[in-house]
């Protein structure tokens, strides 16, 4: 195997703000991990740039293969995690400029931008090559095909057509 | 050490019917882990009974640190689980009595008896003597302290008080 | 790579007995590993069902690579496991159904059904897509080619032709 | 934590001849493990000297936790492992001064001194600070208290007086 | 135990300038691992924010125990690694603002600030949360006490009072 | 996969000594790895001989991916490694024919022979198939192509013509 430098970099220009307006919740994440540096083969990391518009959020997901730690690069963050059951204790916080915050390995976590004039970006590092990400609201609602909404009306507690109509506008999000 | 056999036992009483209305979605899950019997620590794997009332269901959920594998042992399972970003595939499956599933680690999966009535039960396995266990609907909606009616709605894209009511309803479970 | 649900099912008629008198020790072990469920791959987890004639065992054996956690579906099972030297303390126990009984990895261990009347049938998890098995027995006398009489004799203490006479019988065992 | 070297180092006399009538199988394993050199404390490996009378052996075990790599010091080794079910296939080399052999993780081996004149010595490195090891005649026959010869009487197909009398025979070498 | 969102919080100032002038290299690591952050014990990530003066270095090093990802925020840096024996081939890039850069686990490498007038900074991540580093110069001839001057003058190919120069500035370097 | 006894074999001849003249520097280590014997192959483990002139050494350097344990089979040796920033504190150690001493993964060790007269020898094992060795000096003075001297003499505080005359002579060096 001839070992080059190229397979350990990638210009990826995560000094650029990226476009919040490709999602309604108002963030973009750009992760850079074993896809896009072939170099990272087994090595256990990854890292990524979070974009966030005024009142922007990175909503509700998981990594299913690893812990985060992030840092506030610019403006103001309201994050939070929540334990396993039975406690399912919400843990938050706001986060300035250069503080850092850690969320576990496959614990359901968020980032929301509280500022409803500014941006704010943060750098965030997963302890896996190729740590995953399941967003819970087009996860639960939005997959393909459906999740029946028997299903999801049983476990939400809510009526049939609530679940069709919660699906109908994430399954819309996902066609954009 | 004086290591001795109580150590790798426990009478569960795994082939006892379980009391399903302990909880809205008409399950029950029993698990065997570290917490039950100590000489499983560090070994990787824990043991769980699961009880379903007819139309019964172990609403979504995820494993943090554990893959299952599922056997059903009475009646019938509609089962399923969704790949991460950005597929979302949704595979699913009905599973009769002897049939073997799979489910990944840290990904969002479920369980429903779609027989209305006839109760079902299932035996699984963990890859993990704490495997931990993230109910959506109990985290997102349930959780203690509640997390902010803005971050869900915006997740969700549905208005503040729709995000108050699943919450006071989860709530009040909660305290049952 | 287009995943689909059937990489992660099996229709293993786990409910349905086997023939345990295809062993001259009166026991059959049903495997579902990553041979038989390729969605299992790199997943750590794998799951049987064992049954047991009347009087018939699970012969001594190890898994080189998984600890194994059983519960009694059917009957009673009298079990047991040996630790290392130089104690060889040996921890047994009279399973009952329901019970749940843990065997930690690379450890000899066996399960007997003392009923001389009934069946007793268990389903046991371990912690490896690919535990492997060593039954202690088939591996000393009745590996291919043979294990030097010598070498047996004098680890068992015993006269060389009692050895012969002991793989003269596995040998035919395994031709079966 | 004040770390000294001592912490990692023993004056194990690792060049000097142990004595081989010990055990009646006519060898002597000296092993430097975690609990004799702490430093070793998560590191994942340990050494050992194993000497071998004329004729003697170290007879049929499995290191749980474990690969081995092991050299011929001295004089002449026959060496052999066994494969897992269903093949049982039996591997074997004979091992001059200088050569190398490898016991993969949990598998059975031995070593066997085929000379009747002279000693033979090895060094052996294991993949464990706590490798562990199941002698297989000890444990089945020599453990503490002795496994039920119903069990063992099955499992070698054997009348249950012979198994009687390998037992005593180990219960007897276990008070030495 | 009581968890609580200061278990995994740092009020670290990443976003402030360190001051280069604490080495003589021009360099300036801060490390935010477990012993900052309690709540990343076990999770095998942490994170650094490297300063650059103007031609400043974060001198050869290695990390025994982590690989290192790294992204530029502000300036240009020239970075390298060494692969390992026997090709010893040297891998280098001059990363851009926003450019990505991986050190894989446990090889040398550094990174220097070219531009004689501006500051740089970098963003790192580590796949430990307890990575370690070894600074080569530091190690080789600043250790305490000091490597014998035989050792070293055999090992570099170069007299025993140019190995005992090296070392004495380093030593006044390690009081400082 | 038809596996065969010569899979977990090599002739390797370790008790040969080797021609310490191939290194300026007096020593000569023969590795038996994963490339060496296909059967090691995820097993994690390795062997070494290594061969030292009188006042021969093995020079200061580290393994990326694995702890050593090695004995003294024949002459005496001085030991020592360092341990990682900030204490950067030396430990050593005189090693006597049969001694033990173990250099825990990836921190900087090295290994001289003090006799004038007399050679030495050690077995060494590491906890990796494919340890990997990276000697400092030919790591940050021989590697392919040169790092710049700009590099080396802000980290080693030397003028540029020392590094360069430095790496003149690691590079005649590795021509040989």
């Known amino acids: ?19 919040t307006k490709v999602s309604k919740v108002g963030s973009n994440v750009t992760l850079i991990n074993v896809m896009r540096i072939p170099g990272l083969n087994t090595l256990g990391i990854s890292l990524a740039r979070i974009d966030y518009a005024p009142l922007g959020e990175n909503p509700p997901h998981t990594h299913p293969r690893a812990t985060e730690i992030l840092t506030v690069l610019e403006g103001t963050l309201y994050v939070g995690f929540v334990t396993s059951n039975p406690e399912n204790k919400f843990l938050s916080k706001v986060l300035n400029k250069g503080d850092v915050f850690v969320f576990p390995e496959g614990l359901i976590h968020f980032q929301l931008n509280p500022n409803p004039h500014k941006p704010a970006v943060a750098i965030a590092a997963l302890s896996s090559q190729n740590p995953g990400a399941i967003t819970i609201a087009n996860t639960v609602f939005g997959s393909k095909p459906a999740i029946s909404d028997e299903v999801l009306a049983n476990a939400f507690q809510v009526e049939k057509k609530t679940v069709d109509w919660l699906q109908a506008q994430f399954w819309e999000d996902n066609q954009n």
């Open 1 to 19: 195997m001839d070992v080059k430098a190229e397979d350990f970099f990638l210009a990826a220009k995560l000094d650029m703000p990226r476009d």
